[in-house]
């Protein structure tokens, strides 16, 4: 497709379209939010429209935390402590499993490669490991955003469920930029269940999904500038006809 052609076929897709199109495509890991605040109003819109994700015979699997203000510095504090003293963070692990125990191509090759661009923006080198660990603690203060979000689950549900979660996650963040808002969502959370557990309250029938940041992005923060590349339609599908 010429790029002629790819311009008329744009012109071609209805407005509504296109502004779906555009919420989806323009969003990313945000990394360093601005301290503007977020309404309460516009976070309880973004979560009833997101709360529209189908889920299997319309079970609504999903639960959640919003943090603001004291609670948020709370939780922060408590898991940063935590994290930075090696005694500490051994004590604490995921309750399931994110990611494969075993890494093969492409994967492996895609999370090195996001990893290590991320921190080339960042000037740190491959040896630099108390810079990296403290980027990685940049997580667990929410990367500044003044909204932080903590998601859980029934712990009765079963894969199917979290399959619905992530769609309702994936709806949090399209709306959100349908806002002008960004997000980061972070499974870094999971290792300290536990203290997120105790401080929330949650009951112990529920289990951490993960968490989220959500405000205005930084956009002179260089992490920033990060954007991540994709593999093409050709790449992934395969067409039965």
Request: aromatic share 8%; hydrophobic share 45%; glycine share 8%.
């Amino acid at each position: 497709m010429t790029a002629m052609t790819a311009m008329t076929a744009m012109t071609d897709i209805p407005a509504a379209a296109q502004a779906v199109d555009a919420a989806i495509t323009s969003r990313r890991s945000i990394r360093a939010f601005l301290p503007t605040p977020v309404p309460r109003a516009t976070v309880e819109d973004i979560l009833a429209v997101a709360a529209r994700a189908p889920s299997g015979t319309n079970t609504q699997p999903w639960k959640v935390h919003v943090l603001t203000g004291a609670s948020q510095a709370e939780l922060t504090r408590r898991i940063v402590a935590a994290y930075d003293d090696p005694a500490q963070r051994a004590t604490h692990h995921e309750e399931y499993a994110y990611y494969p125990t075993e890494w093969v191509s492409p994967y492996i090759d895609r999370r090195r490669k996001v990893g290590w661009d991320l921190y080339g923006l960042l000037g740190i080198g491959k040896t630099d490991k108390a810079r990296m660990h403290a980027q990685h603690g940049r997580n667990y203060r929410f990367f500044d955003a003044p909204v932080g979000l903590i998601f859980t689950i029934d712990r009765i549900m079963q894969q199917g469920s979290w399959l619905d979660y992530g769609m309702f996650l994936q709806n949090i963040m399209v709306a959100a930029r349908g806002r002008g808002l960004d997000t980061c969502p972070q499974a870094a959370f999971t290792q300290f269940h536990r203290i997120i557990e105790e401080q929330l309250g949650i009951a112990g029938s529920e289990m951490v999904v993960c968490g989220m940041s959500l405000g205005h992005a930084d956009l002179a923060a260089v992490e920033n500038a990060l954007v991540t590349e994709r593999e093409p339609v050709a790449g992934f599908a395969r067409f039965h006809e």
